[in-house]
């Protein structure tokens, strides 16, 4: 069994920045593949980006490529998501999930978090 708790979301301003993280409980947490999600109010929930278990593989939405970045530290169990250049249609909660096999930007991940709120401002 695997927890997934999302931290770091929060108000920030056109252009801003925030990191968001996915601390994640269980033993085998660095064997997973990692995906972070986003659904804003009334819209489908949209695949961001994913990782692979040693970092070394990573998959981005066009939307986000070149403005985000994803990476994980498995000694401390967490995932990081590195938001740059925020724009207001980043708006969302931003959901982190975990699962044994490559999942991608599907929905079929075993573990979900409660996700953290972002809000990008004008």
């Known amino acids: 069994q695997v927890q997934l708790v999302e931290s770091g979301g929060g108000l920030v301003q056109v252009g801003g920045s925030l990191r968001l993280s996915c601390a994640a409980s269980g033993p085998t947490f660095s064997t997973y593949y990692i995906g972070w999600f986003r659904q804003a109010p009334g819209k489908e929930r949209d695949f961001v980006a994913g990782?692979?278990?040693?970092?070394?593989?990573?998959d981005y939405a066009d939307s986000v490529s070149g403005r985000f970045t994803i990476s994980r530290d498995n000694a401390k169990n967490t995932v990081y998501l590195q938001m740059n250049s925020l724009k207001p249609e980043d708006t969302a909660v931003y959901y982190c999930?975990?699962?044994?096999?490559?999942?991608?930007?599907?929905?079929?991940?075993?573990?979900w978090g409660q996700g953290t709120q972002v809000t990008v401002s004008s």
């Open positions: 990782i692979n278990w040693s970092g070394g593989s990573t």
């Open positions: 999930a975990a699962d044994r096999r490559y999942q991608g930007g599907t929905y079929d991940y075993n573990y």
